[in-house]
């Protein structure tokens, strides 16, 4: 195994050193960078690196899911921001503050608001109740079968959904600042993300997952300061210059576009607050630390990092405004003679790409391109990660095998699991490379609050939930979610082309969590049935332990 | 879990100060942080440029400082939640367990 991991490394950097003589070749917008590729191959070979010595660690399935569960809560809290924040927060939501101002700092808020009701309410009870997937503690006093199907269903689904939005974005990133391929690109994030899992399992995740947390808070730091700067660390004298300089002038200061009806604004809320509550591998984690004392630790310390991060991109988008916008260095020019305007190079989510070479030049430039890959091979590690933990403890350990399987047995299922799914994902990234995505990361967003967040929820705090209403109610959130976003406006006008949408929101959480309750609720209290009553009596001995931890999980020895 | 440790658990004093105090407590703060967003959110959907009035004389509107400010209250929420419950209720769940041993 050892032998394989090395002949696997060294075909990669080979792959990467080839790559990177093909971009000269064919460089036509990016300027050849050298510093972005020397970053960029330091940490892959740093990060498989520290694969080779996870894999010496990683000998039991507890190891392989959850570090052994040893992992501190500072590390945990690092390790869920690195999860948390994506390419797409990173340089979406600065492309968007670029291009709108204040409505990025909207979005961002929304996406941070469901970290401490996490903490306050889910937290402690899921570290309490669980040991690999959040199916533990879903079918805790349920029936295993029915619930655990389920659950995995919602998790591969999230899972796969977030993972074609991440490829494609890394692809069309990659393939921007390296100049590479597409296809490669996107092979290339798979074929290490593979290789993370399967040989490092959680701890080498976890590590790469703190590392790019670190680079990235540290590169966005940087960039930040280094705008501060420029404007003598005055706040009103940088939004000044901006609003002079910006189209839309003093209008980036305030509310616009994003949320204009009271529908809309409460149902995006609900998305993003319940579906990072339902997130497979953000729940995960909560499994790698010691105990509850560490779980909530992780969360203020996620919660910590993740705030100051977003305030860090409303103030690199504000940069990008002033710096980016009008620099005729990154203007494109040959979609300006088309469109008019003045678009930048590669979009308006490279604004802070544009920006890091605006303060940093060629080497920065390079060190934020690498951090940029760092994010998006870390985040679809956890996700990877995710998915073959509900495919392997889940379906295989506990639906299929009905719980009688050798540890061993269930690590290698987990092993093969990730390859496929791996393998799987890079098939998706390089099919969906033309398609609008738009709607992707809503739909997993949707599905998990709709779906896992429900069942999850409820089974931790409602002594009258029944297999049958878990089952029926949470299949019935799913198969909303999924109907509202295929009859909303994203996928029904701008992808199937009609008129008008039949369902009028973008975001169908409102409605479908709505759904998933109330179904549960039903479906549980009418279900008289002798099961329903033993399990609505096992509730106490599962709230005694999710309260104090009595029989939890522990850490490994080692 | 036997009946009787169930039953030892239930009825201990402390257990019931633990769950009454810790969830009186986690519900108030995650009501605090919805009524923060919803507010926000809401105060958006329905007046958009309630947001957009400007402080004193410059460009500067009071949107920004509200919308900082629920990002550092967000963070400090969790701080205060975290430093009770680290403290205060771990060592109540722990003396449940160390009686429920005693029982054993």
New interface residues.
């Given amino acids: 195994m050892k032998k394989l991991l090395f002949i696997s490394l060294t075909l990669l950097l080979g792959a990467a050193a080839v790559a990177s003589g093909t971009i000269e070749g064919e460089v036509q917008k990016q300027p050849l960078n050298v510093s972005a590729i020397i970053m960029f191959l330091l940490f892959v070979s740093g990060t498989l690196g520290i694969t080779y010595w996870a894999a010496k660690r990683t000998k039991t399935a507890k190891d392989f899911y959850t570090a052994g569960g040893g992992i501190t809560g500072f590390q945990n809290g690092m390790a869920i921001a690195g999860d948390y924040m994506s390419a797409a927060s990173f340089l979406g939501i600065s492309g968007l503050v670029y291009l709108k101002g204040y409505d990025g700092l909207i979005y961002s808020i929304g996406f941070l608001v469901g970290w401490p009701v996490i903490l306050f309410l889910v937290s402690e009870r899921l570290r309490n109740l669980g040991k690999y997937t959040f199916a533990d503690v879903a079918a805790y006093r349920l029936k295993q079968t029915p619930i655990r199907t389920l659950a995995a269903f919602g998790s591969i689904a999230t899972v796969i959904l977030y993972l074609i939005a991440q490829m494609v974005g890394a692809g069309k990133l990659i393939q921007l600042l390296f100049g590479l391929p597409y296809e490669l690109a996107v092979v290339l994030v798979g074929a290490l993300m593979i290789l993370y899992v399967t040989f490092g399992g959680m701890l080498a995740t976890t590590w790469v997952q703190i590392i790019k947390a670190i680079l990235l808070l540290s590169g966005a730091t940087f960039m930040a300061i280094a705008v501060m700067a420029h404007f003598g660390f005055s706040l009103e004298t940088m939004f000044a210059k901006a609003v002079e300089v910006h189209p839309n002038h003093q209008a980036i200061m305030a509310p616009g576009g994003l949320v204009s009806d009271p529908v809309s604004a409460i149902s995006l809320g609900i998305a993003l607050m319940f579906g990072t509550a339902g997130l497979p591998h953000i729940l995960m984690r909560f499994f790698t630390v010691a105990d509850a004392k560490e779980a909530r630790k992780s969360v203020f310390f996620a919660t910590g990092f993740i705030g100051y991060f977003y305030i860090l991109t409303f103030i690199i988008g504000f940069g990008a405004i002033i710096m980016v916008l009008n620099n005729p260095q990154y203007l494109d020019v040959a979609k300006q003679a088309v469109s008019g305007g003045s678009p930048i190079l590669g979009g308006n989510n490279m604004a802070a790409i544009h920006l890091s070479h605006a303060v940093g030049g060629n080497f920065f430039l390079g060190f934020i391109s690498a951090v940029a890959f760092a994010t998006i091979l870390a985040v679809v590690s956890g996700l990877t990660l995710a998915g073959a933990s509900a495919i392997s403890h889940d379906l295989y350990a506990n639906v299929f095998r009905r719980g009688s399987v050798d540890e061993m047995k269930e690590m290698k299922v987990s092993k093969i699991a990730t390859v496929i799914l791996g393998i799987v994902t890079i098939i998706l990234g390089i099919a969906f490379e033309k398609q609008n995505i738009a709607f992707v990361v809503g739909l997993a967003f949707a599905i998990a609050a709709s779906a896992n967040f429900p069942v999850l929820f409820l089974s931790m705090f409602w002594s009258k939930l029944t297999t049958r209403g878990a089952v029926l109610g949470g299949s019935l959130g799913l198969a909303a979610a999924v109907m509202l976003v295929i009859l909303g406006p994203i996928v029904w006008v701008q992808i199937f082309g009609y008129e008008t949408a039949v369902f009028p929101y973008k975001y169908p959480a409102l409605f479908s969590v709505t759904v998933a309750f109330l179904g549960i609720w039903f479906f549980s209290i009418t279900d008289n049935s002798e099961n329903a009553k033993n399990e609505r009596e096992a509730f106490e001995a599962q709230d005694i332990r999710s309260q104090t931890g009595i029989g939890a999980e522990g850490a490994s020895a080692h | 879990?036997t009946k009787e440790q169930?039953e030892h658990?239930?009825n201990n004093p402390k257990?019931q100060k633990?769950?009454k105090g810790?969830s009186r407590f986690?519900?108030t703060?995650?009501i605090i942080?919805?009524v923060?967003?919803?507010a926000?959110?809401?105060t958006?959907?329905?007046d958009?440029?309630a947001?957009?009035t400007?402080m004193g004389d410059?460009?500067?509107?009071i949107?920004?400082p509200i919308?900082?400010a629920?990002?550092?209250i967000?963070?400090l929420?969790?701080?205060i939640?975290?430093r009770r419950?680290?403290s205060e209720f771990?060592a109540l769940?722990h003396q449940?367990?160390e009686e429920?041993k005693d029982i054993a």
Avoid: E
Wanted: proline share 2%; net charge positive; charged share 10%.
């Fill in positions: 879990m169930i658990v239930r257990y633990l769950v810790r986690a519900w703060l995650s942080m919805l923060v967003y919803y926000f959110i809401l958006i959907a329905f958009p440029s947001l957009g400007r410059g460009v500067m509107t949107g920004i919308g900082i629920i990002i550092i967000a963070f929420l969790t701080g939640y975290v419950a680290n771990d769940s449940v367990k429920l």
